[in-house]
């Protein structure tokens, strides 16, 4: 019983710290979640602490009130994903959910974005805040991909500059998105399709 319960003590991030030393080369990340409430929709604070691996400089926080997460989320220590150090990347990707905080090169200038699950949207999957990370190795929220792309990519290519996402439109077609990098901070949509 005793190990039983050291392992539910484990796996769960709310309401206490999970510490992700593996999904970056450079970065440690520090997540703390606490529900607001009992319900499944109710609101989850959850705060990201980054620090350096190097030990060097501060810290950087980010923090939120999220208002439409399911009762799973930010529960456990392995709904995480990375693209730099392969962390969780070859699992398979159910409802365009690709984990509570996701670590990958989205704009293609060989340093680590974050992906962070703000929502978890209808049935297209949950929508992310996008955090480019900038040449002092800060965190920014960029407004476009967060705003217009919102939901995770399905196909991150560096090699065209573009992010591809993959979303229900209807019950049996999805909607394909092309969005790519213009120059060095431009995002633009290319192209939207409808597939089977």
Known sequence: MKNFLFLLFTVSCLGQQCVHKNLSKDFDFSVQAMRLGNKPLDSCSV?????????????????????????????SYDAVMSHTTGVNKDLKVMDNDYGDLVVADLNFDNREDL?????????????????LQNEDGEFVRDSFLTNSMAYFPFVIDPKEK?????????????????????GKRRWKEVSQRLVP
């Open 115 to 131: 992906a962070i699950k703000r929502e978890e949207g209808g049935n297209g999957g949950p929508l992310y805040f996008f955090y």
């Open 162 to 182: 573009k992010l591809v996402t993959l979303v229900h439109a209807n019950d049996y077609q999805m909607a394909e998105t092309v969005y790519k990098l213009k």
């Open 47 to 75: 705060k990201i602490t980054i620090h350096k691996k190097s030990g060097e400089g501060t810290a950087q926080e980010i923090e939120f009130l999220f208002k439409s997460l399911y009762e799973e989320s930010y529960k």
